[in-house]
């Protein structure tokens, strides 16, 4: 479900549907004006469907309806974000973590460059490891914070990861 606010009232905007048989939940929205908003989320695939149990999903609102984006190219793993930032229509980052190994989650990044998505090496610090939030202020400034455990301690640590443009 999406909701804009017009500076009275909320109004529901309908997002369009992935497809059966599938749920999805938008996590995060994140706007450069009011005619362009990008939001993503998991799509969670039923028992019915062959693949990751969860995938990326993407939407754009160019200020009258919610649009399906491309989603990152299918990897067979588990990839659930938790957040985007976009400094342009053409350019927003998002985070969150995935499972390459099936087990231990692992930070995620992922760069929308307007027309594809580019999966950023995020360098684990420990043995598990995501990133929760993201904030870009320029194409070539982003930082995003999480959490991560290292099994050989306890508990766990903060991360903080810093992109630059490239990397």
């Excluded at 059966?20 to 706007?31: D, G, I, N």
């Excluded at 995935?98 to 231990?104: E, F």
């Excluded at 194409?139 to 640590?157: E, I, L, R």
């Amino acid at each position: 479900m999406t909701e804009s606010w017009n500076g009275t009232a909320w109004a529901v905007q309908p997002v369009p549907p992935l497809g059966e048989p599938a749920t999805s939940t938008l996590t995060s929205v994140s706007c450069v004006s009011a005619t362009s908003c990008t939001a993503v989320g998991s799509a969670v695939a039923s028992e019915l469907q062959s693949g990751p149990p969860f995938e990326i999903m993407a939407v754009t609102w160019n200020g009258m309806a919610w649009s399906l984006m491309p989603a990152p190219s299918p990897t067979n793993i588990p990839l659930e974000p938790s957040a985007i930032s976009c400094v342009t229509a053409s350019l927003c980052m998002i985070t969150g973590q995935q499972q390459p190994n099936g087990n231990y989650q692992q930070p995620l990044g992922e760069l929308w460059d307007g027309t594809n998505w580019t999966e950023q090496t995020v360098p684990p610090l420990g043995d598990t490891g995501e990133l929760n939030s993201v904030s870009c202020t320029t194409a070539t400034s982003c930082t995003a914070v999480g959490q991560y455990t290292d099994f050989s301690s306890t508990g766990s640590a903060a991360e903080v990861a810093r992109w630059n443009g490239s990397t």
